[in-house]
């Protein structure tokens, strides 16, 4: 053994041995605390205390912030568990929840509290305000095990617990769809159960500019708003928007800061900049005036880059200041296409005068000028990964790794401080199972595992260059979630497995144990009326369809994500309970029949809504759009809302935006005579740069194209044709119906949409085989 690796053992046993006594109170209690995220040292004691109304709550110091810290836990213990507790006399401590700054504590990291439970009471301790926080947080979870009411009795234990990293951040999209403070507010109230320490807010964005610049009201009166496709039809407004006025910016960051988290503004720059030149198209480089875009994807507007320009951005920064005390401020700089500069004679003369080799460097030059300005002003400048690219950035810049962890990798060579951001594993508009009920937002799939098992500290850093790494942030990007019941949904339970990646010891990163602390986690997210993501303990109800068609009987085999807690099913159509048949094994039934099946908590708790499938001939040949796959070629993959700014859940549609061409899978054609076709038209609002000339275009035979049905692969022989209806006037959701050549045997079917691509895109609602035409 050398002599480098020998400092590297001993910590690693050190910790090791520390974080034994969470192992075994884990191994020898029947129940484990039910606590997210897992404290870094817990040790189990003999004995208990009961809290009920009766036990006070004594501050051990005057601290304005502990006082906070006390009316936070008595206001969510009150809404959430009916228990109701006071605070009392300083003297009173005995059989108490005593809440203590305490500069002596055995803890001295940053954020770090103890917490101790005995028969005699409870007592906080922590060295700064945050910790004394947490350390109530983690308490109100000790006293919300269950979904019971009133007094509980908390298992004596000892904690001692601090952060892993500084930055546990999310980020919330709120340019591309639009969330009311009070919704805001919510989400932080969550953060602040989960430990979680930034809110990285993203306001601007080619889709609308959403904070009130006083010097500058265009931006709001013009950029915060836009018209949608088709508007004032079919559910879509007239127009869409919103901005927080500059008390309403007061107002988060405040609440924010009574919760520990800092709030970080993103004024995305030099691109995303189309709602800004909407609102002042001097700014833009074309001179031209666009609307506020209504397209997802990357847009091309960029600012120029002539002084006027920056006094504006400087303006602009100095006003989100103001408003902001975070010592970082974010920049964007992602996606910044190049086309207007390159198209650009006086910008084209900038970049030369300058020196610059090209438009990446001018991007280089662009974000170090905006760096300088905001280290003059005591701030940090930080921005998306492709801030590296100018070979320009400032000395003291941190870089948020968005394109997989290369950008922080090579920050974090470089000597600039990461934070550890990626797509697509950290990107929560990807939807989380992929059921036929599950949301809207992108696929693949991002699973709870897969948020769970996110390793922070890529392994190519040496521990000097780790050192850099800041922390871990999970991205709510919202252009397909629309409402606050779609965010709530992407972020949870995710955000439960991200706040212990973020907080936890590695070492002790355990899935078993995370998914057995989830129940009681469901209960206090049921208690406060959030909207969570049931995707991970959904019973996918599965049978081979041919064997079924030929035979009349199936084989039924039930499976969740996860894995975790009991299946318990009925055939007889009514809801499954904790006391219904469990499933073991897969098991035989015979059609028709109606198989639902949830899953259950070892408690009796329910952990998923109930699913359901029918099985008899005409569900078997009926299958919904967004359960058939691509075809091979593109895996890129939507599902989308009905309209872009549609309030509702469902329905759902699966969409490849570059070829809109899927899969009927093999299926027992004999008797099959006619298919019936659900299909719905959409609007095509995306923005695909660079990437559109990768859109497939068919020829098609009708005005408006047609959809194509080929037998067994995406070549072979059509079947059918079935014109589509003229898109100006026709239904938005309408039926397409044609006769089928009679076949033997399994065949695929390959569907294919001809229309135009300058058009809209039309999407499968549901794809049935029919006996009869």
């Known amino acids: 053994m050398n002599r480098r690796s020998i400092p590297s053992v001993c910590a690693c046993l050190l910790l090791a041995l520390a974080v034994l006594p969470l192992r075994a109170t884990f191994a020898s209690e029947a129940t484990p605390p039910s606590l997210i995220p897992l404290p870094a040292q817990l040790q189990s004691q003999p004995g208990r205390f009961t809290v009920d109304a009766g036990t006070p ?75 004394l926080f947490h350390g109530a947080i983690t308490l109100y979870q000790l006293l919300t095990p269950d979904a019971k009411q009133g007094a509980v009795e908390v298992p004596a234990l000892s904690i001692r617990d601090w952060p892993r990293f500084r930055w546990r951040g999310l980020m919330l999209d709120s340019a591309r769809h639009f969330q009311s403070v009070a919704e805001v507010e919510a989400l932080l109230d969550q953060m602040a159960q989960h430990k979680l320490s930034v809110l990285h807010w993203h306001l601007t964005d080619d889709q609308g500019w959403r904070i009130q610049i006083k010097r500058y009201p265009e931006l709001t009166r013009i950029g915060a708003w836009r018209t949608p496709p088709d508007a004032g039809h079919d559910g879509e407004p007239q127009r869409y928007g919103g901005f927080y006025t500059q008390d309403d910016i007061r107002r988060v960051v405040a609440y924010a800061a009574a919760r520990h988290i800092t709030i970080v503004p993103e004024i995305d720059m030099p691109g995303h900049a189309q709602a800004a030149v909407a609102a002042y198209p001097q700014l833009g480089v074309t001179g031209r ?95 998306w990964d492709e801030i590296l690219e100018g070979d320009n950035l400032p000395a003291d810049a941190t870089v948020m790794s968005w394109r997989g962890t290369d950008g922080a990798i090579k920050a974090a060579l470089l000597g600039h401080d990461v934070v550890m951001s990626p797509s697509p ?3 929560l508009d990807h939807v989380q199972g992929d059921l036929a009920d599950e949301y809207a937002g992108r696929l693949g799939v991002e699973s709870l595992k897969n948020v769970y098992g996110f390793q922070v500290v890529p392994g190519v850093l040496s521990a000097t260059q780790a050192k850099h790494v800041l922390g871990v942030q999970a991205n709510l990007w919202t ?65 081979d369809r041919n064997l079924a068609l030929v035979t009349g009987k199936a084989t039924v085999t039930l499976a969740t994500q996860t894995g975790f807690g009991a299946i318990r099913y009925t055939l007889d159509g009514s809801a499954p309970t904790s006391t219904s ?67 509702s859940i469902q329905p759902v549609y699966a969409v490849n935006v570059f070829d809109t061409c899927q899969l009927f899978p093999a299926t027992w054609m004999n008797g099959i005579a006619a298919i019936h076709v659900d299909a719905v038209r959409l609007p095509r609002n995306f923005a695909l740069a660079h990437e559109q000339k990768l859109v497939v275009s068919r020829p098609h035979a009708k005005p408006f194209g047609e959809l194509v049905v080929r037998a067994d692969q995406c070549d072979g022989p059509v079947l059918a044709s079935l014109p589509l209806p003229d ?47």
């Open 727 to 773: 898109p100006a006037h026709g239904a938005r959701n309408f039926a397409l119906d044609a006769k089928l050549p009679a076949q033997q045997g399994e065949h695929a079917l390959c569907l294919i949409y001809t229309a135009p691509v300058d058009g809209p895109l039309y999407a499968l609602g549901r794809v049935t085989l029919l006996d009869k035409p």
């Open 581 to 647: 048949p469990r499933y073991d094994v897969p098991f035989n039934v015979t059609l028709p029949v109606t198989v639902r099946a949830a899953s259950f908590a070892a408690d009796g708790s329910r952990l998923a809504a109930p699913r359901e499938r029918v099985l008899d001939r005409a569900a078997l040949l009926s299958l919904p759009g967004n359960t058939l796959p691509n075809c091979p070629g593109s895996d890129f993959r939507l599902r989308l809302q009905p309209m872009p700014d549609a309030k």
């Open 57 to 131: 709550i004594v501050l051990a110091d005057h601290d304005a912030a502990t006082k906070q810290t006390a009316a936070y836990l008595i206001d969510l213990l009150a809404r959430t568990r009916g228990l109701h507790l006071r605070v009392a006399d300083a003297g009173k401590t005995a059989r108490a929840i005593v809440l203590q700054r305490d500069p002596q504590v055995p803890v001295d990291q940053a954020e770090g509290y103890m917490l101790t439970v005995t028969p005699q009471g409870i007592r906080i301790a922590a060295r700064d305000d945050a910790g």
């Open 479 to 543: 252009e397909h979630l629309p409402t606050f019941a779609h965010v709530e949904h992407a972020a949870f339970p995710r955000l439960d497995a991200l706040s212990e990646v973020a907080w936890s010891p590695s070492a002790i990163n355990h899935w078993p144990g995370f998914l057995a602390r989830l129940p009681a986690q469901f209960e206090r997210y049921r208690a406060q009326h959030v909207d969570v993501a049931d995707s991970a303990f959904a019973v996918d109800i599965a049978t």
């Open 289 to 383: 005036r666009p609307e506020v875009s209504t397209d997802w994807g990357v847009n091309p507007y960029l600012y120029n880059v002539d002084d006027d320009t920056f006094t504006f951005i400087n303006n602009v920064l100095d006003e989100v200041m103001a408003l902001f005390p975070s010592t970082y401020i974010h920049v964007g700089g992602d996606e910044a296409i190049k086309d207007q500069w390159q198209a650009s004679p006086t910008v084209q003369a900038k970049m030369h005068a300058l020196g610059l080799k090209n438009e990446d460097a001018l991007q280089g030059w662009f974000i170090d000028r905006i760096g300088r300005y905001l280290d003059r002003h005591g701030r940090k400048l930080i921005g």
């Open 425 to 427: 594993a950290l990107y």
